[in-house]
């Protein structure tokens, strides 16, 4: 009988490796704990990474002070102590210092924002959102051309928006409606927005479905509240109804290329940052990507299901995401409003290939943003930041989609 020593011990060597490849992948998938994401937070503040692009390192350092457990209420009321200072101190300044009270509400809208984050899943989160809203508002009022909130009647309840329309210029203007994604809310949206009013162009920002003040959960037919804002603004005489894009991040991208294909008659083009297509949909990439996903800060999964109705546990996520696929909705590969579509290779949160799925079907041509090193919206710290993809890359072709062309649509 031949020795069987180098065998069993070989078979032994890979069982172990197994063993210890699963035992990392456990630490992979699991959430950051507390500490981890104080740690973690205080860095990407640091550096201007999301969620704290534009945070103080040292508010944040000050709010995670009184915050020693992953209790959502403790940690809202941590963020709301350290912003309540700056928007007291903003209400005693307007008068006085305005500039000084603009900041300090910035300041104290960021933090609130931070508070509710990624989503209001408890009362004191909930508060700090509804906080983040009020001194978001009062920033707003100190802007030229002025912030209109449009309420827009939608199957007995509203859709809440935030218009700004271009000064000195020729009605009707072209616009821009701009969708958040997962975590993202309708006020980070209408503060970014604001670089392409010199541009002559409009926008209007909502909260896609399932996060913010939308009116309506995420479902196979929740676009249907974006189709509603694309009416209305056909009842506005100050928009050229003919001259209307779409931008969306994330899950806002996933709704602007749904809408691409679907009101690709009412759209002259849509920017997608990251789209979820339909790898993103199925259950393996649910559990071996996004469970535990460390790219996002903490929660992306509790975050993600909050958006749907009645989604409380992993396998009722699981059975409702595929749903949600472009491919199985039947509609990848139809005819579809011109695209620029951005990414970074390196995401993990949308995988890359649903992005180049989404490059090779339809029946027009479309602009890429590839990122070979770019992460989740083609992200890359300290390279290209959100701030300067969003100034450099998305600002210029939404203004150049949105030109006007003499002797077409009409004019």
Excluded: C
Aim: net charge neutral.
């Amino acid at each position: 009988m031949k020795n069987r020593t180098p065998f069993i011990l070989s078979a032994l060597l890979m069982a172990g490796a197994l063993v210890v490849s699963a035992t990392a992948l456990a630490e992979e998938r699991r959430e950051r704990t507390i500490d981890e994401v104080k740690a973690e937070a205080i860095h990407r503040a640091e550096v201007g990474q999301y969620p704290m692009i534009g945070l103080d390192p040292a508010d944040v350092k000050e709010a995670f002070e009184s915050i020693h457990t992953a209790d959502k209420d403790e940690w809202a009321v941590g963020f709301m102590r350290v912003a309540d200072r700056y928007f007291n101190e903003a209400k005693s300044l307007e008068k006085t210092d305005s500039t000084k009270a603009n900041a300090d509400y910035v300041r104290a809208w960021r933090l609130y924002s931070f508070g509710r984050w990624p989503i209001p899943a408890s009362p004191g989160k909930q508060r700090s959102y509804e906080k983040a809203i009020e001194a978001f508002l009062a920033h707003a009022r100190f802007w030229d051309p002025p912030l209109e909130i449009v309420r827009i009647p939608f199957e007995g309840k509203e859709i809440v928006g935030y218009m700004r329309l271009p000064k000195n210029t020729k009605s009707p203007v072209p616009l821009v409606i701009a969708v958040n994604g997962l975590d993202s809310r309708k006020e980070d949206l209408t503060e970014s927005f604001a670089a392409i009013l010199p541009y002559g162009i409009g926008y209007l920002a909502v909260d896609g479905p399932g996060t913010g003040q939308s009116p309506i959960k995420v479902s196979e037919t929740a676009e249907r509240s974006l189709s509603r804002v694309l009416d209305y603004l056909q009842t506005r005489p100050e928009v050229d109804s003919t001259r209307i894009a779409m931008h969306g991040v994330s899950w806002g991208a996933y709704w602007a290329t749904k809408m691409a294909i679907v009101e690709r008659s009412r759209l002259k083009g849509a920017s997608a940052q990251s789209p979820p297509v339909d790898a993103f949909f199925q259950k393996n990439f649910l559990m071996n990507s996004l469970l535990g996903n460390r790219e996002y800060l903490f929660d992306q999964v509790p975050a993600l299901m909050a958006i749907f109705d009645n989604v409380k546990t992993v396998d009722e996520m699981a059975e409702a995401l595929p749903k949600m696929s472009l491919v199985k909705q039947g509609l990848l590969g139809k005819p579809m409003a011109p695209m620029l579509v951005l990414a970074g290779v390196l995401d993990t949160q949308v995988p890359i290939s649903d992005i180049y799925l989404l490059l090779s079907k339809g029946d027009v041509p479309k602009t890429a943003w590839i990122n070979p090193q770019g992460g989740h919206l083609g992200r890359q710290v300290k390279v290209w930041p959100d701030p300067v993809i969003f100034k450099q890359v998305i600002i210029p072709w939404l203004v150049r989609t949105l030109e006007f062309e003499p002797g077409k649509d009409g004019h």
